[in-house]
């Protein structure tokens, strides 16, 4: 599906890395274990977060916020209007014959 996905609208089958070969589970292991080892030093500091805000209401750390200013923090945003309707294209439906 993820390779044909695309193509009753006239695109191309979408291409994958690796020669769309699947990889197994201790390389997806691999690269969530390097997701997080980046996390941890972006939050300890050890790697310069910029412009990056740190807030957090849960590490108890430099960063982190007590559930009111969290909340406080959201409340500035503006309210949500109104939903807009969707358009008629959304529920059109693709059929694909790979044969």
């Not at 070969?21 to 292991?29: G, I, L, M, Q, V």
């Not at 910029?50 to 108890?60: A, I, R, V």
Request: hydrophobic share 30%; aromatic share 10%; with cysteine.
């Amino acid at each position: 599906w993820f390779k044909i996905y695309k193509m009753p609208d006239g695109k191309p089958a979408n291409q994958f890395a690796f020669d769309d070969k699947p990889k197994d589970r201790e390389f997806a292991e691999s690269i969530i274990s390097g997701c997080h080892d980046s996390w941890k030093k972006l939050m300890s500091g050890e790697t310069p977060s910029e412009d990056t805000s740190l807030s957090n209401s849960t590490l108890s750390n430099s960063h982190s916020m007590d559930a009111g200013a969290a909340q406080a923090l959201v409340d500035q945003n503006p309210p949500l209007g109104e939903a807009m309707p969707l358009p008629d294209n959304v529920d059109k439906w693709h059929y694909v014959s790979l044969k």
